[in-house]
């Protein structure tokens, strides 16, 4: 069974802002998968089902991004889901916008989300995708950037990379994640 993680805030005044990009790329799987995000629990809004005879299960955790941890320590704990079998999507300040990167193990780097799964899980060895959101322009805060929405200019680049995050957790189900970590990390 493969648990993937979209990192984000609840709530109607985050949606589409630059911190949700993890959220978005669980609704693109949810509609490609045909796996309804109908379950609540685990202090996360949740589906499971099968793609391509794989068991899936799609969280979006509801804790607010400082807490995500939380919720996929749950989640993880009640269906005995190994480390490896975990892929965590988020924003990243220090990638351009649209860029998209795989990684299996790393620091948080300043990612709240990040810092909060890292402690839940006692490991910096998970599998991820950072999506770019490049850094905020001199004068403007970090937070206030990245619960900001995306420029017109940057929609058409940041749906791209929702796009590509879905393929690539969509050739996870299929591969090892370092096969599907060397065909995305060269584009």
Same mark, same amino acid.
């Given at each position: 069974m493969k648990l993937i993680v979209g990192l984000g805030n609840p709530g109607k005044q985050? =949606?589409?802002t630059?911190? &949700?990009?993890?959220? =978005?790329?669980?609704d693109a799987l949810s509609s490609t998968f045909s796996i309804p995000l &109908?379950?609540? $629990?685990? $202090?996360?809004?949740y589906g499971m089902g099968f793609y391509n005879g794989e068991k899936a299960i799609l969280l979006k955790p509801l804790t607010y991004m400082n807490l995500s941890g939380e919720s996929i320590r749950a989640v993880m704990d009640y269906?005995?889901?190994?480390q490896e079998d975990l892929l965590v999507i988020y924003d990243d300040l220090d990638l351009p916008v649209g860029k998209i990167r795989l990684r299996q193990k790393g620091s948080p780097g300043g990612h709240n989300g990040i810092k909060s799964t890292v402690a839940h899980l006692g490991t910096q060895e998970f599998n991820r995708i950072r999506i770019g959101i490049d850094r905020p322009q001199a004068g403007m805060s970090v937070p206030d950037y990245v619960?900001?929405?995306f420029? %017109?200019? =940057? +929609?058409? %680049?940041m749906e791209e990379a929702?796009?590509?995050?879905? =393929?690539?957790?969509?050739?996870?189900?299929? +591969?090892?994640f370092l096969q599907v970590m060397n065909e995305y990390n060269q584009s």
């Amino acid at each position: 069974m493969k648990l993937i993680v979209g990192l984000g805030n609840p709530g109607k005044q985050y =949606e589409h802002t630059r911190h &949700n990009i993890g959220f =978005e790329v669980i609704d693109a799987l949810s509609s490609t998968f045909s796996i309804p995000l &109908n379950q609540s $629990k685990f $202090k996360g809004l949740y589906g499971m089902g099968f793609y391509n005879g794989e068991k899936a299960i799609l969280l979006k955790p509801l804790t607010y991004m400082n807490l995500s941890g939380e919720s996929i320590r749950a989640v993880m704990d009640y269906y005995e889901i190994a480390q490896e079998d975990l892929l965590v999507i988020y924003d990243d300040l220090d990638l351009p916008v649209g860029k998209i990167r795989l990684r299996q193990k790393g620091s948080p780097g300043g990612h709240n989300g990040i810092k909060s799964t890292v402690a839940h899980l006692g490991t910096q060895e998970f599998n991820r995708i950072r999506i770019g959101i490049d850094r905020p322009q001199a004068g403007m805060s970090v937070p206030d950037y990245v619960l900001g929405r995306f420029r %017109p200019d =940057e +929609k058409a %680049p940041m749906e791209e990379a929702v796009k590509k995050s879905a =393929e690539a957790c969509t050739a996870w189900l299929e +591969k090892p994640f370092l096969q599907v970590m060397n065909e995305y990390n060269q584009s």
